[in-house]
């Protein structure tokens, strides 16, 4: 898993459309702290999570559980870059009828 995020994070910072040239030193700290807390803070988080009788359910429903909500995360972890890729995809026909719109406009009033 932390390959994964990894990959995905060079991936954006080498894009520089995503993000800023003058910004890539801060990212690579930042962004590499964040990633690295989460992927080696989250086993025992979520350890620590099942081994707690706060649920009240037995240790195997427990396990269940967090088992259920993590796939519940894996595929939203999926959805999501598809859903960056639409937005951008509509962002660029929105802006294409609007250039299209704009040149209709000056074509008819007679200034293009």
Known sequence: MRTLQWAAFFHFI??????AAELTGRAFGYNGLVIALLSDGAPYVLLGAASSTGWGEELARRYLLLKMMLQVLVLAACVFPIHLLLGRHHA??????KLT????????????
């Open 92 to 97: 660029a026909v929105r802006a294409a009828l």
């Open 101 to 112: 719109a704009t040149a209709s406009t000056m074509a008819l009033s007679g200034q293009g």
């Open 14 to 19: 080498a894009n520089e459309s995503y993000y």
